[in-house]
């Protein structure tokens, strides 16, 4: 997969670079914590930045997009390639970031870039501000090598603002403009890859359902000796529903749960099975001594490419000091579901429905209220859209790519539903970077990789979108 890297684009990368990094420093100086309404206006000075500094990269069209309600705004940024057979693209990020303090533990300001060996520390450096900017330097030197006046695709970016804080007005964004945002590939540069030295394309995220369950017993807490027995118990029945979730395979008992699942290709169990993972080290970070899941499956593809069912809380009676020898009249438990390509969100709740219907007895009443939601997304290994993403990491690393998934849910899924387009993954983040966390930085010859790749896919997508090898 991989081919020979350009040295016309590494050349102007490098004498680039300190101009780009200068910029990236500049925007992340604003703290547009899309948490804090207090810093609504920050959210706002980075949106207006952003979209000036991708007219002065050269976009046509940047504009500051407002979002329903009074939301946090988007950044939406146009330049057609002026070649009709191009493809359409668009490249999804966030310009909004988690919130970040010095007092958190930082060991310098968060808003207050600092370059130390060869990282960019700053909130924001990776998540998402260093992986939306690669792009600007990117298209630059995609232009400059090809000597195009214009992307050889149809390019548009979307940079939305409230991304950290669970895209509350996203779908319907993409909703009402999604004309505009037509396209026939959807980039995400907003995930990471294995390693610093283990380049890697993400090819899908899970989705997601959640739900709480409040079952409702007597009509007040009881005497269990009066009536212990002989009436039926709402904490014990929600204990049997846990307890009835997975079967001994540690699958999830619930019919038709699993109804239209893709399963992994041999081809990708191969491939996962190639990746250098530490499953001690892997243990540490999730804090645990053992693992566990569905029997027949590896770590790997118990977290990327299989659904679970999870109970998120549980709780009902008495739970203060001492004892109390009642029946309580309610209890509760939140799940979750994480769902992998082939299932869909509504048939996983009617699933869900009638499996709590049937497993209750008479006397005990429940109610089951569905709240967040996310369809799950997937693009084939072969397809060529993910060839091509593949390739131009491939030429920036000089190394072959790997392929992962993300076990989490994202965005994405929305994108690939409302402009029914693939969705890619284009990252250079790796898991050192402090995603959410304190000293979160970006390592800069990464970054350089990341514009490298930028620059190298929109000759590639076009070229094999011309010869009409697309799905
Ligand atoms: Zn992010």
Redesign the pocket.
């Known amino acids: 997969m991989t081919t020979s890297p350009d040295s016309a684009v590494r050349d102007f990368i490098a004498e680039h670079r300190p101009a780009f990094l200068d910029d990236l420093a500049d925007w992340l100086r604003i703290p547009s914590v899309s948490a804090d309404p207090g810093r609504a206006g920050e959210v706002r000075r980075s949106a207006e930045w952003l979209a000036g500094k991708l007219r002065a990269t050269g976009f046509p069209v940047a504009e500051v997009w407002e979002t329903e309600d009074g939301g946090l705004p988007a950044v939406f940024a146009e330049w057609p390639s002026g070649d009709p057979a191009a493809p359409t693209v668009l490249v999804y990020g ?1 310009h909004d970031v988690q919130p970040a303090a010095l007092a958190d533990g930082w060991a310098t300001e968060p808003f207050e870039p600092v370059v130390k060996d060869g990282r960019m520390f700053a909130r924001g450096a990776a ?2 501000k260093g992986q939306v900017f690669f792009h600007t330097l990117g298209v630059r030197a995609h232009l400059a090598v090809t000597g195009r006046s214009a992307p050889a695709v149809n390019l548009k970016l979307l940079v939305e603002g409230e ?2 804080s669970g895209s509350p007005h996203f779908g319907a964004l993409i909703r009402a403009h999604a004309e505009r945002l037509a396209a026939d590939v959807v980039i995400i540069s ?1 995930t990471g890859m294995w390693a610093e030295d283990t380049p890697t394309v993400c090819t899908g995220m899970r989705g997601m359902v959640e739900c709480q369950i409040d079952l409702a017993g007597p009509g007040q807490d009881i005497h269990s000796g009066s009536f212990g027995g002989a009436v039926p118990n709402p904490a014990t029945e929600a204990a049997r529903l846990v307890a009835a979730l997975h079967d001994a395979d540690r699958r999830v008992a619930i019919p038709g749960f699993y109804d239209g699942v893709v399963e992994l290709t041999a081809r990708e169990r191969e491939l996962f099975a190639e990746l250098p993972f530490d499953e001690s080290a892997w243990l540490s970070v999730a804090k645990s001594r053992a693992t566990l899941g569905e029997r027949g499956f590896t770590t790997l593809e118990r977290v990327w490419a299989r659904p679970t069912a999870e109970v998120n809380g549980i709780y009902g009676g008495y739970t203060g000091p001492g004892g109390k020898t009642i029946v309580p009249s309610a209890a509760h438990l939140k799940l979750s579901f994480r769902l992998v390509a082939g299932q869909d969100v509504e048939k996983t709740r009617q699933a869900v429905a009638a499996w709590v219907a049937a497993q209750l007895p008479a006397g005990i009443r429940h109610e089951l209220t569905f709240t967040g939601a996310t369809r799950p997304c997937l693009t084939p290994l072969d397809h060529p859209a993910l060839q091509s993403v593949a390739r131009a990491m491939g030429r920036a690393f000089e190394q072959e790519v790997r392929f992962t998934r993300e076990g989490g849910s994202g965005p994405a899924a929305d994108l690939q539903e409302v402009l029914d387009a693939p969705v890619l993954f284009l990252g250079i983040s790796v898991p050192s970077d402090g ?1 959410h966390s304190v000293n979160e930085k970006v390592e800069l010859d990464l970054l350089a990789k990341g514009v490298e790749a930028s620059a190298y896919l929109w000759s590639d997508l076009a070229e094999h979108w011309n010869t009409g090898d697309r799905s």
Do not use: G
Request: proline fraction near 0%.
């Open positions: 966030h998540d998402d991304e950290e907003d995603w």
